[in-house]
C-alpha cells in the first residue's frame, strides 16, 4: 500500500497551496474503511470565487488519480460529500493544527485613525487592542475604534 508516499505528497501539496492561497484550509485524515485519504477544502465562498485554485485541485487530483488509482485522496469542499471525524488534521496557513491538540490564539483589532483635512496627526500610527474569545464588533464600536 501507497499510504506513506499519498500522506507525504499530501501534505507537501497542501502546505503549498495554503501559502499560495492564503485563506484556504485544508482537512483530512485516512479512513481505514474505505482504505483511502479523505481531504476536504475550505471556505467555499473563497473557492467559489477562485477558479485558479480549482485548477490546481482539479490537477492534483488526477495526478494523484494517475498515480496511485483506487488509492488516490477523494476530495470534496466544505465535507460536503463526506464527513470528517473531529481527529482529522487540518493545514492553513503558517500553522499545522492537530484536532487532539487543543488550540491557543488571540484576537487583536487594529484600527488605523481617519485623516481629517488639515490634520497634524500621522495617518501610519494605529490603534490595536487585544479582543475577547468571542468579540463580534458592531457598527457603534467600529466607529469608536476608528474615533479612538
Not at 82 to 105: K, W
Request: net charge negative.
Amino acid at each position: 500500500m501507497n499510504k506513506a508516499n499519498i500522506e507525504k505528497q499530501l501534505r507537501a501539496w497542501a502546505s503549498r497551496m495554503t501559502k499560495k492561497y492564503t485563506w484556504l484550509f485544508i482537512k483530512f485524515e485516512f479512513c481505514e474503511s474505505r482504505g483511502v485519504f479523505m481531504v476536504s477544502f475550505s471556505p467555499l465562498n473563497q473557492i467559489e470565487l477562485s477558479d485558479e485554485f480549482n485548477l490546481d485541485a482539479m490537477q492534483f487530483a488526477d495526478e494523484m488519480n494517475a498515480t496511485y488509482g483506487d488509492e488516490a485522496p477523494l476530495f470534496t469542499d466544505e465535507e460536503s460529500l463526506f464527513s470528517l471525524s473531529p481527529n482529522a488534521e487540518t493545514i492553513a496557513v503558517r500553522s499545522f493544527v492537530s484536532a487532539s491538540a487543543p488550540l491557543h490564539y488571540s484576537t487583536s483589532i487594529s484600527a488605523l485613525p481617519q485623516r481629517a483635512v488639515a490634520s497634524w496627526t500621522s495617518s501610519s500610527v494605529r490603534t490595536t487592542a487585544p479582543a475577547g474569545k468571542n468579540f463580534r464588533q458592531t457598527q457603534s464600536e467600529a466607529f469608536y475604534a476608528i474615533a479612538a
